[in-house]
């Protein structure tokens, strides 16, 4: 018998082929695992599905911890040149500073006179909106310019 379409010949290829790449796909993330978890498509698939489902596991782990330490590092930091973590950050949000908790973690350690200065603008932004100035800071810092000294 004599097909003239091409509708019944890429039929039986499909089938295999999709099987073959689904096992390939299998197989590469597979690719480091010891013995025969590696090169049994069952034992392979078994394991890749568990290794899939510890890593989610994990990323929500760490992000959460590398939350925690931002915070640490920017606290420690900003209680070193006087003024506590929150009040920091949201004295930085009030001066319309956008940087973000890695961005500040990073600067902590990395660039310490210019945290330095962010920590100095925020006492500042502290000091115009508190009523009880003189607790908080006596005079201005030097070399600061905020809208209000314009």
């Given amino acids: 018998m004599v097909f003239l379409t091409a509708l ?13 790449w ?13 013995g025969r978890r590696r090169n049994c498509f069952r034992l392979a698939l078994r394991s890749v599905e ?7 596991a994990g990323r929500r782990t760490k992000r959460n911890e590398l939350s925690q330490l931002w915070m640490g590092r920017i606290g420690a930091a900003s209680l070193e040149h006087g003024i506590p973590f929150e009040p920091f950050y ?5 001066c319309k500073v ?7 973690a990073d600067i902590t350690y990395t660039e310490p006179r ?9 006492r500042f932004q502290r000091y115009v909106d508190t009523a009880d100035k003189r607790s908080i800071l006596e005079m201005p810092p030097e070399g600061v310019f905020t ?4």
């Fill in 98 to 104: 956008a940087l973000d908790r890695h961005i500040l």
């Fill in 22 to 34: 689904k096992r390939q796909r299998i197989f590469q993330l597979s690719a480091n695992f010891y």
């Fill in 90 to 94: 949201i004295s930085l949000n009030k």
């Fill in 114 to 122: 210019t945290f330095k200065g962010l920590a100095t603008l925020a």
């Fill in 147 to 150: 809208r209000g000294m314009l």
């Fill in 50 to 56: 568990k290794a899939l489902t510890h890593s989610q």
């Fill in 8 to 20: 019944n010949l890429g039929q039986k290829v499909k089938s295999g082929s999709r099987k073959f």
